[in-house]
């Protein structure tokens, strides 16, 4: 039981981290996106 509750926290934390890693990556694409406008214009 103490095994299953290991588990799914690894689980969570690996959930927390996958999300901050998509926000971060969403938010790298968005500023390059802007980039690449203003160099356009």
């Known amino acids: ?3 299953d ?3 799914f926290e690894s689980i969570d934390s690996l959930h927390v ?3 901050k890693l998509i926000e ?3 938010i790298i ?3 390059m996106q ?3 406008r ?3 214009m």
């Open 1 to 3: 039981m103490i095994c």
């Open 5 to 7: 509750r290991f588990y």
């Open 17 to 19: 981290k996958i999300n």
């Open 24 to 26: 971060s990556v969403a």
């Open 29 to 31: 694409a968005i500023k």
């Open 34 to 36: 802007n980039d690449l």
């Open 38 to 40: 203003q160099t356009s």
